[in-house]
């Protein structure tokens, strides 16, 4: 089968990615397995072809504006841009070779301009209107267009799939639609790991560790609050932030930690985001991850934690419970509550490296289930189901 992946990005890899495009990676890298043959189509800043451990990857030149100011009208362009360019692009592939089946992302809208005969399905990457109702990220207006983009977008697939069942339930709703779920899978691709950064900064630290994004959808203004409180509490840990910078009102999100950690901002460590071979040596060594999201969609960082037998402190209904039981494979706290994270980060803090160990291993277990040859089989039958209907 050959299968076309639409995707507004596609870091080359050894670089610092977000979650859709390692879900690209580990999905193409299943399919190969199993005798299949992946494409992704991609924007980019030049044209250009290569291939990655089989993985054929196809980058189609898009001008974009890229200003800070005018955030909605800047997505509106670029979302139409890309839209736009890829679907011309998708015309001359299909022409040129046959494609049993497209999977778009929900992203950026980019099956909106699709009207193709090879049929086409929709992975729901997240849904703004639930993943970003804080509106501190993005103002209310791009929330709403970035909505009905991905609603528009549903119309031009005869599919939508997501990988919890809170981002398919809600967008279901909206669009009067079932959509299935089918859960992310998970193999860890890292051949040689690289310790240069854990070595410099955190060796012989006893360490709490957050990663992903920094940006208020991802809590870490809700550990912000409870970070000068925990570092006071326990003087014999640090506390690490690894991920991408955004600002809030202007202000950038580490220098905003910085200031709630107070007196203890020295046993504050933030870094930009790291490469899998560098950030996976700092999570098997962390005590234990907090990622208290306000909204989720069944994350790859809770999932790489687990993988690694951390003990994870997520958010109760925002997907983590998907993955973890409170008390046996994780811990689970209410969503944007600052003392109820206070008191799992304690009660995490609080444990003995024995059972720390246990919940890693249940954690480890939930964990293996998602290996590609369960879950990607799962996305197969999807595709065969959608290619028969069609025809």
């Known amino acids: ?53 089989g993985i054929k990857i196809q980058t189609v030149m898009v001008p974009l504006f890229f200003g800070e100011k005018w955030q909605t009208g800047k997505y509106i362009y670029n979302a139409i841009q890309m839209g736009r360019i890829l679907n011309r692009k998708i015309r001359q592939i299909t022409k040129e070779t046959h494609i049993d089946v497209i999977q778009f992302t929900s992203l950026s809208g980019l099956a909106m301009f699709y009207y193709g005969k090879t049929p086409a399905v929709l992975r729901l990457s997240s849904y703004a209107k639930t993943y970003f109702s804080s509106f501190q990220t ?3 207006s791009q929330v709403k267009t970035m909505s009905l983009f991905e609603r528009m977008s549903a119309k031009r697939c005869s599919v939508v799939f997501a990988p919890c069942k809170i981002t398919a339930d809600a967008f279901g709703k909206d ?20 310790a240069q950064f854990f070595d410099s900064h955190l060796k012989g630290k006893k360490y709490v560790l957050f990663f992903g994004t920094l940006y208020a959808e991802k809590g870490v203004f809700v550990i912000a609050e409870i970070l000068e409180r925990f570092l006071k509490e326990n003087p014999d840990y640090y506390f690490v932030f690894i991920g991408q910078e955004y600002k809030v009102n202007g202000i950038g999100a580490a220098r905003i930690i910085r200031e709630k950690a107070g007196a203890c901002a020295n046993r504050v460590i933030i870094s930009k985001a790291l490469p899998h071979n560098q950030l996976y040596p700092i999570i098997r060594e962390a005590e234990f991850v907090v990622l208290p999201s306000l909204m989720d969609n ?18 109760d209904g925002a997907s983590f419970e998907q993955l973890i039981t409170h008390g046996k494979s994780g811990l689970l706290c209410r969503i944007g509550d600052s003392d109820d994270l206070l008191e799992k980060v304690n009660t995490a803090a609080a444990m003995t490296s024995e059972e720390k160990q246990q919940m890693g291993k249940l954690a480890q277990k939930r964990i293996d289930r998602l290996k590609p040859e369960k879950a990607v089989r799962q996305l197969l039958h999807l595709y065969e189901y959608v290619i028969s209907t069609n025809k």
């Open 298 to 315: 069944l994350p790859n960082t809770c999932i790489e934690a687990m993988y690694f037998g951390r003990v994870v402190i997520g958010t």
């Open 138 to 140: 993005f103002p209310k």
């Open 1 to 53: 089968m050959n299968i076309l992946f639409v995707a507004n990005e596609y870091p080359k890899r050894g670089n610092p990615t977000t979650g859709f495009p390692n879900y690209l990676y580990r999905v193409s890298l299943a399919l190969i397995k199993l005798g299949h043959q992946p494409m992704i189509l991609t924007a980019g800043n030049v044209d250009s072809h290569r291939t990655e451990q």
């Open 175 to 194: 669009c009067h639609r079932k959509v299935p779920v089918i859960e992310t899978p998970f193999v860890n691709d890292v051949r040689e790991y690289d």
